[in-house]
Nanobody
């Protein structure tokens, strides 16, 4: 079992930045690939970013590419999402997820999910 707790969400003006954190506990964090997803009101949950177990490989959704950066610190059992140049359309609840294998952009490949942290971007 892996428990995931997100933090760092909040209200920010368009053009601003936020850094989300996801703290993991339980089984060895470095065994898991990690992803960030988001769900806006009335919309389906969508893929945001992925990072491999060692942080070497990252992958982003088209809507955030070039603005968001995913990273991880295996010593601290934490994955981060640095969000820059935020837009109102980035408003959503952001979730982190852990996968024992695979992962990438497919929600069904993730085994554990956090409870989410809300991000609101005002125009």
């Amino acid at each position: 079992q892996v428990q995931l707790v997100e933090s760092g969400g909040g209200l920010v003006q368009a053009g601003g930045s936020l850094r989300l954190s996801c703290a993991a506990s339980g089984r060895a964090f470095s065994n898991y690939v990690m992803g960030w997803f988001r769900q806006a009101p009335g919309k389906e949950r969508e893929f945001v970013a992925y990072i491999s177990w060692n942080g070497v490989t990252t992958y982003y959704g088209d809507s955030v590419k070039g603005r968001f950066t995913i990273s991880r610190d295996n010593d601290k059992n934490t994955v981060y999402l640095q969000m820059n140049r935020l837009k109102p359309e980035d408003t959503a609840v952001y979730y982190c997820a852990a996968a024992a294998g695979g992962g990438w952009s497919s929600m069904s490949r993730y085994d554990y999910w956090g409870q989410g942290t809300p991000v609101t971007v005002s125009s």
